[in-house]
């Protein structure tokens, strides 16, 4: 199975700061990897897929990045709507393995 | 407007059964892959199974491979899941999601499953 091994657990950040979290595959996933948001108490929502494209309606803040094992996902402005916990997904082979998420806090 | 809806959930004994179901609506359901995705309480996601359009190839990871089964009624716009012998490691919520492109792009709100006597 393809681990998906997500970076930094949590980090303390600002509003407005611009914050970038990784996510390291085990073997390469040839850009079939998607980022999550989930909020407290809510489902996960698909904010990029195929690496670097972002769903319809997902404010263009949020970019994603990556090849091959690493990838990442930047906010940039952080809001306060965008506090929650980001998840990275291997699509690329079954088990489609998350990763264990990073949350966002506020300092 | 897409939903997804689950039902289904509760408190059930250790090894014995439970089907959850989950409602389709405002989209042609028999167009789309449909999967399941639990989360442990306070844990990270893990994908359960998916299923093709027609129901006639299913997946599952090892963890539930031979104890779920997946299954959809196109005609109902319905997806279920079946799970047999359950464990303590099965209690979760339980999501129902649609796939596009091997992402999930619409989830619904979860049904809570708990295993314990």
């Known amino acids: 199975d393809i681990q998906m091994t997500q970076s930094p657990s949590s980090l303390s950040v600002s509003l407005g700061d611009n914050v970038t979290f990784t996510c390291e595959a085990s073997?390469?996933?040839?850009?079939?990897l998607a980022w999550y948001q989930q909020k407290l108490g809510k489902a996960p929502k698909l904010l990029i897929y195929?690496?670097?494209n972002l769903e319809d309606g997902v404010p263009t803040r949020f970019s994603g990045s990556g090849s091959w094992t690493n990838y990442s996902l930047t906010i940039s402005s952080l809001e306060p709507e965008d506090i929650a916990t980001y998840y990275c997904?291997?699509?690329?082979?079954?088990?489609?393995?998350f990763g264990s998420g990073t949350k966002l806090e506020i300092k | 407007e897409v939903q997804l809806v689950e039902s289904g959930g509760g408190l059930v004994q250790p090894g014995r059964s439970l089907k959850l179901s989950c409602a389709a609506s405002g989209f042609t359901f028999s167009n789309y892959y449909m999967a399941w995705v639990r989360q442990a309480p306070k844990k990270g996601l893990e994908w359960v199974a998916t299923?093709?359009?027609?129901?006639?190839?299913?997946y599952y990871p090892d963890s539930v491979k031979g104890r779920f089964t997946i299954s959809r009624d196109n005609a109902k716009s319905s997806l279920y899941l079946q799970m047999n012998s359950l464990k303590s490691e099965d209690t979760a919520t339980y999501y129902c999601a649609r796939r596009r492109r091997n992402t999930y792009d619409y989830w619904g709100q979860g049904v809570m499953v708990t295993v314990s006597s």
């Open positions: 195929g690496a670097t």
């Open positions: 997904q291997n699509n690329h082979v079954y088990p489609l393995t």
């Open positions: 073997e390469n996933i040839y850009g079939f």
């Open positions: 299923i093709s359009t027609s129901g006639s190839r299913t």
